[in-house]
């Protein structure tokens, strides 16, 4: 069955039919699907006609719906009947491309590429590079950031990655409220989550610089940080998010913002999808660059050796700084100090 593997591979893909059918594999975090969003928009345009697929995963498939192109939905469950008869159906398919939008080598890719039946396979040269039959460059996830070494995989297919907008693209709506400020406490790990005194504290600095409505938002399995958070801060200004059922009410939440300031990633784009100013607080030993936004005002702060020692003033400082640059209209992000 795997007899095809080792076959020649080069950096351009074969001339495909007018109407092609192309699968992507995004199986993994919420975060990478959110920010591969303008690869299908940039596949769209060059290919008008395309139908696609896409494979996701339990951990990502809530942001499936936001997406900005129709697909059909191929969801990777980890159980091994499902994920056979999920196999057969995209045999079925018989898509004439299947490209793999991980750049780092997975079991799981390498068995749907090797077995979807696609006509041209298209992905990273690493180690599971056998199953495809087009490959491009690695680059190394700290020299360049995840949109780019995402976008090399355009460049076999005729699209100049250097001429297509890379910013998150969602299919979500701006309901701005003026004067909202969201505050996320929460991340995959208590190491990258904030504590609710010190963000308790960020709040209170907020509403002293003139807004008055901070949102805050918390994970689902974390929601006492946020409501710790919201006691702490002890006004009325101050209100934990109301509880959503899925992840689209939870981004139109995120959307209604005018400011953000965040522990985790993939809030973050959907923030930058909506052109929402940020601050970044990360850990200093983990250098986040690879997930930076684009395209937004933004300031990070990174506290050592974690963010449960969190500082407010340094956060508060950086806060007012990127008010004076919105306010001034500055649209390029300054560099990471």
């Given amino acids: 069955m795997l007899g095809f ?18 699968l992507l594999l995004r199986q993994d975090r919420m975060g990478d699907l959110l920010m591969s969003s303008f690869f299908l928009v940039a596949l769209q345009r060059k290919f008008p006609s395309a139908s696609f697929g896409m494979v996701v995963g339990k951990n990502n498939v809530g942001a499936f719906p936001l ?22 159906r995209i045999r079925r398919k018989k898509f004439d491309l299947a490209i793999d939008l991980t750049d780092k080598a997975s079991v799981t890719s390498s068995i749907f590429m090797a077995l979807s039946g696609a006509k041209v396979r ?6 599971n590079s056998t199953v495809y039959t087009v490959t491009v460059p690695q680059f190394s996830q700290y020299s360049r950031h995840v949109t780019e070494r995402v976008a090399e995989m355009l460049r076999p297919l005729g699209i100049d990655p250097a001429a297509v907008d890379k910013r998150p693209v969602l299919a979500l709506k701006s309901n701005t409220i003026s004067g909202r400020v969201g505050l996320n406490v929460s991340a995959r790990t208590a190491e990258r989550s904030a504590p609710p005194k010190a963000m308790a504290e960020i709040a209170r600095g907020v509403i002293d610089r003139g807004f008055k409505d901070v949102i805050v938002f918390s994970a689902p399995d974390d929601r006492s940080r946020g409501t710790e958070t ?94 004076e640059r919105t306010s001034a209209a500055v649209t390029v992000p300054e560099e990471d100090q």
């Fill in 230 to 323: 919201v006691r702490l801060a002890g006004t009325p200004f101050v209100q934990a998010a109301s509880r959503t059922s899925n992840f689209v009410e939870f981004a139109e939440q995120v959307a209604s913002c005018e400011y953000l300031i965040t522990v985790d990633t993939s809030i973050t784009q959907i923030a930058a999808a909506m052109g929402i100013p940020m601050i970044l607080l990360l850990r200093s030993e983990i250098d986040q660059f690879p997930w930076l936004p684009l395209g937004i005002p933004y300031e990070v702060y990174r506290q050592k050796p974690d963010l449960t020692t969190l500082e407010p003033e340094p956060v508060l400082a950086l806060f007012g700084r990127l008010l």
């Fill in 67 to 88: 997406l900005p192109v129709r697909c059909d939905k191929f969801l990777y469950s980890k159980n091994p009947v499902r994920d056979l008869l999920l196999l057969l």
């Fill in 122 to 127: 298209l992905g990273v040269a690493k180690e």
């Fill in 5 to 22: 593997l080792g076959g020649k591979r080069s950096g351009t893909v074969p001339v495909l039919p007018v109407e092609p059918s192309i």
